[in-house]
């Protein structure tokens, strides 16, 4: 008899939950909403970026190129590293998938912290590996616990820094010490999503320790400073070893020609994406004192959003993250619930943070 009709492990797979897009929850409440649950860029895409895609979409019967020639070229200059370091992908989230089907057999360990990026369990299920995690150390990857459960079996270790949804950031040194005691047979991949939202003393060297350090491999997005998480956009900055493997592993266009034109063209427009860090991070610092005002804990952020633990100070009423998400949800503000009493708030424009902080003293003082 056949046992399942499915690859073993898929159905266990816990679907990712987009929450609702903002026109649903009007059209259901029959409200004006705002969202500031996917931590996408406020701002939108550099204009010099919407120009180009208006050219580009005259060539779209041709298949784009599928080894992303400019964009590597242009990513590998101002990185100080080579184009056969580079990978460009669907998103981050591809180069996930794809680093997985690289390296990881039946049965092998996947290594990580609890409450960190959920895309992580996925890849590990979907390639039969075994998924770990080891406990937070003050809302941040604990690096010793995470270097104390390696085992022979582990292949491979998923770094997000900062870290998604807690905010937090590791200490470049602190991080360089894990590296430098990790097994060289075992990949650790450094998700680097918000790298462009960190204060300089949290920037990591990480181009130049791809070079030192093979087994380590970056991930960056045009999804979130730069404002195309429409588009799927994000690469990598591997050893040319790792690149050769991952290349056999990927489809051959998997990256649309909008996605390669947009990018170059984003990554070109560095003020832009600077001014839009500059005025997220003016909010970030608002925000954050405003909420700590009304009595709740914020957790210092080196991202685009902010980790709120809702009842740390018993100062409100004991709010779960999923009511209050629910309640807030009511008034026209999304935002996202996370387990126990927490929510994950993307900051937003002035205006819409400042719905968002209204609504939010309105609830907890009801
Ligand atoms: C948003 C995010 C990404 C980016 O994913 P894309 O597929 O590039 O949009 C990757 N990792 C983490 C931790 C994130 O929060």
Redesign the pocket.
């Known amino acids: 008899m056949r046992v399942s009709k499915w690859r073993s492990g898929v159905i266990e797979i816990v679907p990712y939950s987009p929450g609702k897009p903002v026109e649903e929850v009007e059209r259901e409440l029959g409200i004006k909403a705002i969202k500031l649950a996917s931590?996408e860029n406020p701002f939108g895409p550099s204009p010099v970026v919407q120009k180009q895609i208006k050219q580009a979409v005259r060539e779209l019967s041709i298949y784009p190129d599928g080894s992303c020639y400019r964009l590597r070229q242009k990513l590998a200059k101002k990185l100080g590293c080579d184009p056969e370091q580079l990978i460009v992908?669907?998103?981050?989230?591809?180069l996930?998938i794809l680093l997985g089907m690289a390296v990881l057999n039946k049965g092998d360990q996947v290594l990580s912290s609890e409450m960190?990026?959920v895309?992580y369990p996925k890849v590990a299920q979907v390639m039969q590996a075994d998924f770990r995690t080891v406990p937070m150390k003050k809302y941040t990857f604990d690096l010793k616990a995470l270097h104390a459960a390696i085992t022979r079996k582990t292949k491979l270790i998923f770094i997000?820094n900062p870290?998604?949804p807690t905010g937090t950031a590791l200490a470049p040194a602190d991080l360089e010490s894990f590296v430098k005691k990790v097994p060289e047979d075992c990949l650790i991949v450094l998700?680097e999503?918000?790298f462009e939202y960190t204060d300089r003393a949290f920037k990591t060297a990480s181009a130049e320790w791809v070079k030192r350090y093979p087994n380590v491999a970056v991930?960056r997005?045009?999804?979130?400073a730069y404002g195309l998480?429409g588009l799927?956009?994000?690469y990598g900055i591997v050893s040319p070893e790792l690149m050769r493997a991952i290349d056999r592993v990927r489809e051959p266009f998997n990256v649309n020609s909008l996605a390669q034109v947009a990018g170059l063209a984003a990554f070109e427009d560095q003020a832009y994406m600077k001014k839009c860090v500059r005025e997220t991070k003016k909010e970030r610092k608002r925000v954050a004192k405003e909420l700590e005002k009304m009595g709740l804990t914020v957790i210092p952020s080196q991202t685009n959003f902010l980790f709120v633990d809702l009842n740390a100070r018993k100062t409100t009423l004991p709010w779960s993250g999923a009511a209050f998400f629910e309640a807030l949800m009511k008034k026209g503000v999304i935002i996202r619930p996370m387990p126990g009493s927490f929510v994950r708030i993307t900051l937003g424009l002035e205006k819409e943070n400042n719905k968002m902080l209204k609504n939010i003293e309105t609830l907890i003082k009801s």
Request: hydrophobic residues 35%; glycine residues 12%; aromatic residues 12%.
């Open positions: 931590n992908g669907n998103g981050s989230n591809e996930l960190s990026f895309v997000a870290n998604n998700d999503a918000y991930l997005t045009f999804s979130k998480a799927r956009l994000g």
